[in-house]
């Protein structure tokens, strides 16, 4: 067994439009997230039916997810600031709990 002490964190992910990806990541840099990973070309199915995960013609016209691992206290800021976007935007945010090593990667 592995030395490495696990630290408990809250995961992030957030499935929205390409074209809002900006707006998506400016809200975790304005909560000095540490950092996160983009994954695009998502295909899956979901209340608006199947999303095909190819490039139609821009990389604004499809799905992306952006995953995060950060402290319990920043989770419910986050979603107060996306909130109002998912009033007016698909998408959807899971939240779920997760163990880090290395804690010093995601805290400030």
Do not use: W
């Given at each position: 067994?592995?030395?490495?002490?696990?630290?408990?964190?809250?995961?992030?992910?957030?499935?929205?439009?390409?074209?809002?990806?900006?707006?998506?990541?400016?809200?975790?840099?304005?909560?000095?997230?540490?950092?996160?990973?983009?994954?695009?070309?998502?295909?899956?199915k979901g209340s608006q039916?199947?999303?095909?995960?190819?490039?139609?013609?821009?990389?604004?016209?499809?799905?992306?997810?952006?995953?995060?691992?950060?402290?319990?206290?920043?989770?419910?800021?986050?979603?107060?600031?996306?909130?109002?976007?998912?009033?007016?935007?698909?998408?959807?945010?899971?939240?779920?709990?997760?163990?880090?090593?290395?804690?010093?990667?995601?805290?400030?």
């Amino acid at each position: 067994m592995s030395n490495l002490k696990l630290n408990p964190l809250k995961k992030l992910e957030i499935i929205i439009e390409g074209e809002h990806q900006e707006f998506a990541t400016d809200i975790l840099d304005r909560a000095d997230v540490k950092g996160y990973t983009i994954v695009g070309n998502l295909s899956g199915k979901g209340s608006q039916g199947f999303h095909e995960g190819h490039l139609m013609f821009n990389e604004d016209e499809v799905l992306i997810m952006i995953i995060a691992a950060v402290p319990e206290e920043l989770v419910e800021p986050l979603l107060e600031g996306f909130a109002p976007f998912f009033d007016k935007h698909s998408g959807v945010v899971f939240v779920s709990d997760i163990q880090v090593s290395r804690l010093v990667k995601f805290k400030g």
